[in-house]
């Protein structure tokens, strides 16, 4: 598998890319957040990393910590609006369980543990 884009945040994640000197690409994973126990970081990579699994799409480079790459292998960013609001919108197939707000999100291994 892997992490892709929608076109709206592709083009989201390269003016970012673009205007951050020495910037390789984003990076994509997750943290312990909110109330269902994982939540989304995404920031601009400056640096590889040891573990680091990288995914290219359409020219972008996708830096994945070891510990996030199971949780979002195959997700897919896209960018929307809402109101005066613009966020990354994430469709993750790893994602068993969301909580009511939709910080933070569980998976089926958070289930079993």
């Known amino acids: 598998m892997a992490i892709t ?6 083009e989201r994640a390269r003016r970012f890319v673009e205007s951050t000197p020495g910037a390789l690409g984003i990076r994509f994973g997750v943290e312990r957040t909110g109330c269902s126990g994982w939540g989304y ?4 990579a400056r640096e590889e990393r040891p573990g680091d699994t990288v995914h ?5 480079r996708i830096h ?3 510990t ?4 979002v292998d195959g997700t897919e960013i896209d960018f929307a ?3 005066l609001n613009h966020e990354f919108v994430f469709r993750n197939p790893n994602a068993a369980a969301e909580c009511g707000c939709g910080e ?7 289930k079993a543990a």
Do not use: R
């Open 68 to 71: 996030s790459q199971p949780m």
């Open 56 to 60: 290219e799409y359409e020219g972008l």
């Open 81 to 83: 609006q809402k109101g």
């Open 5 to 10: 884009l929608a076109p709206a945040a592709l």
């Open 64 to 66: 994945v910590d070891a």
């Open 104 to 110: 933070s999100f569980t998976t089926d291994a958070d």
């Open 41 to 44: 970081v995404v920031d601009i």
